[in-house]
């Protein structure tokens, strides 16, 4: 049996900008970071005990007799790239899925870590998060950019930058001090609608070549960013600021990033002393993050006092085994055998 842990993130400035679309002729540049909120994938051999050779425990069951009948996109294309047979799966997480932290990817990457580690195969980082992305892209063709996985797999907060030849994951080296008063600046609401990020990134993809501007000026807060974090003489309610303006950038590039709903809460939020936020993720629902200083935070708490809030801490790991027990397996005919 093997169980993979993967942290799920938020994505703080650059979004769109890891659209291949883009970044192969303009460049890209994200600013993101993981946190202590994961998704939990176990993976083990199934006895040969039942009619079916395949379980795969998600939000539905799903018990197949061959790997070509799981509906679960991610699931059969995984264990057809990897050749994996007579499996049993079983997804669980700390936060609901379709909510605007990549919890998608973050599946992916965990799902791929744990197939290798069955296969007593160690397999690096980046090896990992391009994997995730050729899953996700191209065998499973869902509309995206590709900073999810890579965020996914590495963890901790990030500069990651985009390019023709590929990408480059450049850690923020941000004093403890620093990124720990970061972290108390910023408040996780749930919205309580989660939607399929699917739609609102095609639309997003299909007007990239009108936003060029917009993106351009989008990735160049990346840079500005990682001054105030690293330079502990910024005001580092600049950050809160410069979210704010990312956010107003965004909300424009296709229809469906904002709702009223979110229009709403986000302007409660500002009213009650956030300096700035952001709707993390495609758009649409799901969580949103604001800064605010902490002797604001009681004011936005009871502005937003029918939101779910979740606490949180940054993380570093990336994804991780955090169990490991090989087993004695023998596929014999397409049935699994023990010893």
Request: hydrophobic letters at 40%; one cysteine or more; a negative charge.
């Amino acid at each position: 049996m093997i169980i993979s842990r993967t942290p799920f993130r938020m994505s703080f400035f650059g979004g769109g900008t890891d659209f291949a679309e883009f970044y192969q002729e303009y460049g890209g540049c994200v600013l993101s970071s993981t946190f202590d909120k994961y998704c939990y994938v176990t993976v083990r051999h199934l006895p040969s005990f039942f009619d079916y050779l395949s379980e795969i425990c998600y939000s539905e069951i799903e018990r197949v007799t061959r790997v070509d009948d799981i509906r679960h996109p991610l699931v059969r294309e995984a264990m057809k790239m990897l050749d994996m047979q007579d499996l049993r799966i079983t997804y669980e997480a700390d936060l609901p899925a379709r909510s605007g932290l990549g919890s998608s990817s973050s599946f992916a990457v965990g799902m791929l870590n744990a197939f290798h580690s069955m296969k007593g195969q160690y397999v690096c980082k980046q090896e990992l998060a391009d994997e995730a992305i050729h899953l996700e892209r191209v065998r499973c063709r869902e509309a995206g950019g590709v900073q999810d996985q890579i965020a996914a797999a590495f963890g901790g907060m990030n500069k990651i930058v985009f390019g023709a030849n590929g990408y480059e994951v450049k850690p923020v080296l941000i004093y403890p001090a620093r990124k720990k008063a970061l972290n108390a600046h910023l408040m996780l609401f749930f919205t309580g609608f989660s939607r399929y990020s699917f739609e609102i990134q095609t639309k997003t993809r299909a007007q990239l070549k009108n936003n060029i501007e917009e993106l351009k000026e989008m990735m160049a807060m990346v840079d500005e960013a990682e001054l105030i974090l690293v330079d502990k003489n910024r005001d580092l309610n600049d950050f809160g600021r410069l979210l704010d303006h990312t956010w107003q950038l965004k909300r424009n590039l296709a229809a469906g990033i904002s709702t009223d709903a979110v229009d709403e809460i986000y302007g409660k939020a500002k009213a009650a002393g956030a300096l700035g936020g952001k709707l993390l993720g495609a758009g649409g629902g799901g969580f949103i993050l604001f800064f605010v200083e902490p002797d604001q935070q009681p004011a936005v708490h009871r502005a937003l006092k029918d939101l779910l809030y979740v606490p949180f801490q940054f993380e570093d790991e990336g994804t991780s085994i955090i169990y490991y027990r090989p087993e004695q397996y023998q596929s014999e005919g397409g049935a699994a055998t023990f010893s």
